[in-house]
């Protein structure tokens, strides 16, 4: 495929939708999926085909809306209209009233700051393409970015360009994608590997999988231009088993982009081959770690290495290996689209672009949100997620999983970025963001994140291995009112060593969840030691004799 | 690919070998497929029982013992035959905070089955999964598949004891 | 000058620790003049005096009348020794502790065929479900591992002890010894 | 050919080629850095952290074992805080296993009793994990009792990477890591094991043993790993 077959593939596809009046958008995300959203779309089809309208109106599986809550969500194009809280026995009535006015009573107000605080550049397309049709990406565009790059731009244009956007790596850490892709691009060796991590394993996160199933063909573009970047000839996407429906859409892309020669030898008719394949994860959350990543694709067992060296410069089997996550390569497109400085433009000082969360927990609008970096904590939680449901009170918010932190109120106004987020004892993380109310007891939490740690930990080093154990034990006295104050002190300590002395990321952030609950809510855990008592009438206080 | 003697023979004329052994062809026999070869035994068998280990292990030409750490270091590996129906719950944070634990003990307390055990007669799997990306359903749970949301203790007992009567 | 006073406790042991100190030998005499020795199995007296200078405790924490002893103990002690590696660790008796109280009083009562087989309950504290260390109940100041720690390295802790020197056994014994 | 670089541990200037790693070139100069599950002549994993060094400007510990000298390097080997994490790392092991060092038939010999003394570590203020583990005395000349082991692979990797019957692998994970024989099998019964006793001599524990040993009689040879890694061309 040239740049001029693409154009008219997208043009003539365009028109193709265009013969359609009206496109009714089904959301086929998880939670609309789990509210029948299969079962309306049959019903609308139905409709459409009993009312003689099928030249006119077509129905199609859509992606997520972002307000999971408010689910089965339904869009009608080109109006603009969302329906929300749809059953199949309302299709009748949104076919209806396709020429005259919106069911009211279904009606979602897309003016709600749900909506419009919200900026979306890795969910640019809302859900409104099928993910399962490379024609409907490329009517939107969809590969013109690679293609003009591929035939236009240099490696080192293409990494000048993602050094200038600024764009961290959005897996956590925000390392500078630019500095990893010139690493790779600069290490030694022809074989060099690209691998997309989309071993989203955080309890409470769930952005990377609405991304990789709603959009496999943009994090597939973003990878193409990287391992153009780079000079890659193979990539793999690394997709927890416990995501069906993102492989199979991953691996339904890569055979579209296989058949439109977009992957394949000499690519374009240049002299840039690519081949992308899918890897499955087995259940391991350690496997997001890069180098755990890696020993799970070679066929091993997921256990981390002392880094350096690094992947850029040995990593899958030996060779240069560039690992970025799903939202990092979903970020790739629009850079080079719309430009660095667009791009730059959004965003704090030193956290540029946009983030994608996934809110959820003691929270109205439970959903999938996208922000721009520097947005404030009670602007995501009050605005956008509508507030605390059932006239309760907020106490914390979690961000960054069992690798984070517990925010508590006093931050609300803190500005969401890399470097703010890290200073009051948290992480940026992946996007998880659990919001509690008073109903939730931290004590409780941190036990909650710790058991998960120690159940997760690959068991390699002594202190993540013994340590999270140790710490599980003492949290679950604690919690069970028969610890002592020295009880305490011994956690506080396994906390230090274990953060400074872990082989990979997972022990060295286990304690994250204890020490940001003992930096806010130190209180509570005094309140089950001292007092015997569990403030938020979580925690089972055993009334035996203390100590044994 | 690695010089190797012939690929050693299915272990039985079952059909579902021809699934697995198929996997390895088309990754050339290569050891690096072990994780997606068990994935795809245990997606026709179910289960992976001592006879699937070996003839893996043997068709890969990697150690027993690796093959068996590999197998017990993911969760979503089974090395017991699970039961008729499972049911899954979700023990991510949100569904954590919205009750999951409390699900679990329900379920616990009707059927005496605690995550990972299968009843006696075999009839239900209970399974805890880590998150099941599905937080703005919380407390999540999977019945044989299907995902329902905000799920209360009462009705997860009660889903189950549809199965089981 | 003032002797010290000395108590020596056997709690759940094989009572080696007690030899050891005895095998200080002639040295006992020297440490007789600065020492007196009030609570001991090796002396008679039925109650743990009100105030006690050192205290050596040999054996682990293992039914409810060791947990009893070791806390009142504790009250009434300037300075608790942990006195060799059941006291230290738990050691032989808390081999019990991967199978449980229960379980093992079974196995010993109740298995063996024997005529009017029961668990004896009467006159005997009830084992506490784990075996612990002295330092996991109560406070601890010095510890003195070893199975049993020779007579010397008791000698010199507890001179050092009596000339008022924080003792310092490391690289003199250790687990096992 | 590797360039050669000059560094500094504690203070003293050395020099290594960049090949090297801090603790190869600590212990040519005859600084020493503890170390468990490193043994010459296998491969390095930099499992058990003992051999964790301050590098000046890093902020992270890093493993002597697996980090190669780098020109102008600046490593401590020892201070307050190596010290009191060595420690409990050492503590852990106590604790995670049921190491009763009085009834050990590498009671004297053991290079994680070993490690307590030099340590200067005389309780284990870390609750006691004492987790149920068992024995397999299956192999008529060894024994392996689980309690003891510290995961710290050198039977899994003298085994592979020596012997190459790859025996021993590790099941499971976390705290209920355990190291196996083939599918999880008696030891006795081992299809590939060759009987070798590698796997023995190099557990730095009590937890392989030869059997008929009492307490306190079994001693460890593993100079003949250096001797096959170095007829292997590996000794660099």
């Not at chain 1, 154009?7 to 009206?22: G, K, M």
């Not at chain 1, 956590?172 to 690209?194: I, N």
């Not at chain 2, 499972?86 to 005496?112: H, N, R, W």
């Amino acid at each position: 495929m040239n740049p001029e077959e693409l154009h008219s593939l997208a043009e003539e596809r365009r028109e193709a939708l265009d013969q359609f009046q009206h496109r009714v958008v089904v959301c086929t995300g998880t939670a609309c999926q789990a509210a029948q959203s299969r079962k309306i779309i049959e019903a609308l089809d139905g409709i459409v085909k009993e009312r003689g309208i099928n030249g006119r109106c077509t129905v199609s599986a859509g992606g997520c809306r972002g307000l999971c809550s408010a689910g089965p969500m339904v869009a009608v194009e080109p109006t603009d209209v969302l329906y929300q809280g749809v059953t199949p026995d309302d299709a009748a009535s949104i076919i209806d009233s396709l020429e005259s006015e919106p069911v009211k009573a279904l009606t979602c107000d897309t003016s709600a700051p749900f909506f419009t605080r919200q900026k979306r550049v890795v969910l640019e397309y809302e859900g409104r393409l099928n993910p399962e049709s490379i024609d409907d990406y490329i009517a939107a565009g969809g590969f013109s970015t690679f293609v003009r790059i591929l035939t236009e731009m240099t490696s080192g244009d293409v990494i000048e360009q993602i050094r200038q956007s600024g764009l961290g790596g959005r897996g956590g850490a925000g390392y500078s994608t630019a500095l990893k892709w010139s690493t790779v691009a600069k290490a030694l060796g022809t074989t060099k590997y690209v691998i997309c991590n989309g071993d989203e394993g955080d309890p409470g996160a769930f952005m990377d999988r609405s991304v990789m199933e709603d959009y496999p063909f943009k994090v597939l573009e973003g990878m193409m231009i990287a391992a153009f970047a780079v000079g890659a000839q193979e990539g793999f996407v690394y997709v927890r088993a416990e995501y069906p429906l993102a492989v199979k859409r991953l691996k339904q892309a890569i055979r579209q982009a296989e058949k439109y020669s977009l992957l394949g030898n000499n690519i374009c008719g240049t002299s840039f081959s690519l081949k992308l394949d899918v890897r499955l994860g087995a259940g391991a959350f350690v496997c997001g770690e890069e180098t755990a990543l890696i020993a799970s694709i070679e066929g091993k067992r997921g256990s981390p290495r002392p880094r350096p060296p690094y992947p850029a410069e040995s990593g899958l089997w030996g060779c240069p290996t560039l690992i970025n996550n799903v939202e990092t390569y979903a970020n790739v497109v629009p850079i080079l689209r719309e430009g660095a400085e667009w791009f730059a433009g959004i965003g704090t000082e030193r956290s540029k672009g946009t983030k994608v969360f996934a809110l959820s927990g003691a929270i109205v609008n439970t959903g999938l949100i996208e922000v721009p970096m520097g947005i404030s904590l009670r602007e995501i939680i009050y605005d956008i997620g509508g507030g605390i449901p059932n006239g309760r009170r907020f106490k914390a918010v979690q961000t960054g999983g069992p690798s984070g932190g517990c925010i508590p109120e006093q931050y609300l106004d803190m500005p969401v970025d890399y470097q703010s987020l890290a200073q009051v004892g948290s992480i940026m993380g992946s996007g998880g963001m659990i919001v509690m109310d008073e109903s939730s007891c931290m004590v409780d939490v941190a036990k909650f994140f710790m058991e998960f740690c120690m159940t997760e930990s690959c068991g390699k080093c002594i202190p993540c291995r013994v340590g999270t154990a140790q710490m599980y034990r003492l949290l679950d006295k604690i919690s069970q009112g028969r610890a002592r104050l020295q009880d305490l002190e011994v956690l506080e300590e396994l906390c230090d060593m274990v953060k400074h002395t872990s082989l990979c990321g997972l022990g060295q952030a286990a304690p994250n969840p204890v020490l940001s609950t003992l930096r806010y809510f130190r209180e509570e855990y005094l309140a089950h030691i001292v007092d015997h008592v569990c403030p938020a009438g979580v925690c089972k206080i055993a009334h035996e004799e203390i100590a044994l | 690919m690695r010089p190797r003697a012939a690929a050693p023979a299915a272990p039985s004329d079952d059909k579902r070998w021809r699934i697995v052994t198929a996997t390895m062809r088309r990754h050339g026999f290569s050891p690096d497929a072990l994780i997606e070869t068990l994935h795809s035994a245990q997606e026709a068998f179910g289960y992976l029982d001592e006879i699937a280990l070996r003839y893996v292990a043997a068709s890969l030409m990697v150690p027993l013992s690796k093959v068996y750490g590999v197998a017990t270091f993911y969760n979503l590996f089974a090395l017991k035959p699970q039961g008729e129906h499972t049911c899954v719950v979700c023990m991510g944070t949100a569904c954590y905070i919205k009750g999951s634990p409390q699900i679990l003990s329900a379920i616990d307390e009707e059927f005496g089955i605690k995550g990972g055990e299968t009843t006696p007669d075999k009839k239900v799997s209970l399974m805890i999964a880590r998150c099941l990306g599905s937080c703005g359903l919380a407390s999540a749970v999977v019945f044989d598949g299907d995902v329902m949301g905000k799920v209360e203790p009462d009705a997860a007992v009660e889903r189950i004891r549809r199965w089981t009567t | 000058m003032t002797r010290k006073t000395i108590a020596t406790v056997w709690l759940d042991g094989c009572s080696g620790c007690h030899m050891s100190f005895l095998d200080i030998d002639h040295r006992l005499l020297d440490l007789a003049d600065m020492i007196e020795l009030v609570y001991s199995p090796l002396v008679d007296r039925k109650d743990f005096p009100e105030s006690v200078d050192i205290t050596l405790i040999e054996g682990s924490v293992s039914n409810q009348a060791d947990l009893d002893k070791i806390r009142h103990i504790r009250a009434h002690t300037r300075t608790l020794i942990s006195l060799g590696d059941c006291a230290v660790t738990g050691n032989v008796p808390a081999l019990r502790n991967t199978i449980g109280a229960e379980p093992v009083l079974q196995r010993a009562y109740m298995e063996p065929d024997l005529l009017n087989a029961q668990i004896p309950t009467v006159g005997v504290p009830p084992l506490l479900p784990v075996v612990r260390a002295v330092h996991t109940v109560v406070r601890v100041d010095v510890f003195i591992p070893g199975c049993p720690p020779s007579a010397d390295t008791i000698f010199n802790a507890l001179s050092d002890l009596l000339n008022d020197r924080q003792p310092s056994v490391a690289g003199k014994t250790r687990f096992g010894a | 050919m590797s360039r050669v670089a000059t560094l500094k541990i504690n203070g003293q200037d050395v020099s290594g080629r960049e090949d090297e790693t801090i603790l190869e070139v600590a212990r040519e100069n005859g600084i020493p850095i503890p170390t468990l599950c490193q043994i010459e002549g296998l491969s390095n994993v930099g499992a058990c952290r003992m051999c964790l060094v301050e590098v000046a400007g890093i902020s992270k510990l890093l493993p002597a074992c697996t980090t190669r000298v780098a020109e102008g390097m600046d490593v401590r080997t020892e201070s307050e805080r190596l010290t009191h994490y060595r420690r409990m790392a050492v503590e852990m092991l106590f604790a995670e296993g049921n190491h009763i060092c009085s009834v050990c038939v590498s009671n004297g010999h053991c290079e994680l009793q070993g490690m307590a003394v030099a340590l200067g570590i005389d309780h284990i203020h870390l609750p006691y994990l004492a987790p149920r583990r068992g024995v397999d005395a299956s192999h008529e000349r060894f024994t392996f009792d689980a309690n003891r082991c510290i995961l710290c692979t050198r039977c899994v990797r003298v085994c592979d990477e020596i012997e190459g019957a790859h025996t021993w692998d590790v099941m499971g994970r976390g705290v209920g890591s355990v190291v196996i024989t083939d599918l999880n099998e008696r030891w006795g019964d081992s299809p590939t094991c060759t009987s070798c006793g590698k796997c023995v001599q190099t557990c730095p524990t009590g937890a392989l043993f030869i059997k008929g040993s009492a307490v306190g009689e079994m001693t460890k040879r593993n100079t003949f790993l250096t001797y096959i890694a170095q007829m292997r061309g590996n000794l660099k």
